[in-house]
T-cell receptor
C-alpha cells in the first residue's frame, strides 16, 4: 500500500522568509497530492492540491511541485506570515479502485517574529 | 449544509465499554473516510466508503472496530471493548467524485475519545 514520508517534522523560519516542506510517496499509481493545514484544535483544511499530470501549481504565496520520476513533492510558502504557523500535512492518493488518501506525519511550522 | 458534522465531539469511556461515533457527510458526497489522529501525528487511515460500500479497512484496525454507512449517507464507527490505546481524535471526511478522480476531502471537527 501507499506510504508517505514527510520532512522535516518541525520547521522554524523568520517572518518574511520562505518555508519548504518535502514529501515522498511509494506507490507509483498515486495521482493526487493534496496539502492540508491544521491549526491548533481545528480540523485539517485543504490549502492546495496537485495532480500527476501537472508538475507545478501556484496559488498566491503557496506553490507545490511534483516530481513523478523521483516520487516526491514539495510545498513552498513564500513571504511567510504569523498566520502561517500551523501543522502541514502532505498526502497521496493512488489511482486504484479504493482512491483512499494517505497522509504524512506532518510538519509543525513556526513563524518567528 | 454547513459541512461534515461529527457527534459526539468528546467521549470519555471506561476501558472495556463500547462506543459509537456518528458522521454526517456533506450532502451528495459519495466518498466517506474515517481517520484516527493522535497528538503530533498525521491522520491515520482507518476505513473508506464509496456510497454504501466499504472498499477498504486498514490492517491496523482490529476486529473490535466496525464501520457502517447504510444507504450511503451518514456513517457510524463502533469500537467494542475499548482499550486505553484507542484514545485519540477520530476524524471523518467526505468528498465527491467518480472512481479514479479524487477531489478535496472535507474534514469534520472530530470526536475526541478518552478511555480511562
Amino acid at each position: 500500500g501507499e506510504n508517505v514520508e514527510q520532512h522535516p517534522s518541525t520547521l522554524s523560519v523568520q517572518e518574511g522568509d520562505s518555508a519548504v516542506i518535502k514529501c515522498t510517496y511509494s506507490d507509483s499509481a498515486s495521482n493526487y497530492f493534496p496539502w492540508y493545514k491544521q491549526e491548533l484544535g481545528k480540523r485539517p483544511q485543504l490549502i492546495i492540491d496537485i495532480r500527476s499530470n501537472v508538475g507545478e501549481k501556484k496559488d498566491q504565496r503557496i506553490a507545490v511541485t511534483l516530481n513523478k520520476t523521483a516520487k516526491h513533492f514539495s510545498l513552498h510558502i513564500t513571504e511567510t506570515q504569523p498566520e502561517d504557523s500551523a501543522v502541514y500535512f502532505c498526502a497521496a492518493s493512488p489511482l486504484n479502485r479504493d482512491d483512499k488518501i494517505i497522509f504524512g506525519k506532518g510538519t509543525r511550522l513556526h513563524i518567528l517574529p | 449544509d454547513t459541512g461534515v458534522s461529527q457527534d459526539p465531539r468528546h467521549k470519555i469511556t471506561k476501558r472495556g465499554q463500547n462506543v459509537t461515533f456518528r458522521c454526517d457527510p456533506i450532502s451528495e458526497h459519495n466518498r466517506l473516510y474515517w481517520y484516527r489522529q493522535t497528538l503530533g501525528q498525521g491522520p491515520e487511515f482507518l476505513t473508506y466508503f464509496q456510497n454504501e460500500a466499504q472498499l477498504e479497512k486498514s490492517r491496523l484496525l482490529s476486529d473490535r472496530f466496525s464501520a457502517e454507512r447504510p444507504k450511503g449517507s451518514f456513517s457510524t464507527l463502533e469500537i467494542q471493548r475499548t482499550e486505553q490505546g484507542d484514545s485519540a481524535m477520530y476524524l471523518c471526511a467526505s468528498s465527491f467524485g467518480p472512481s479514479g478522480l479524487n477531489t478535496e476531502a472535507f474534514f469534520g471537527q472530530g470526536t475526541r475519545l478518552t478511555v480511562v
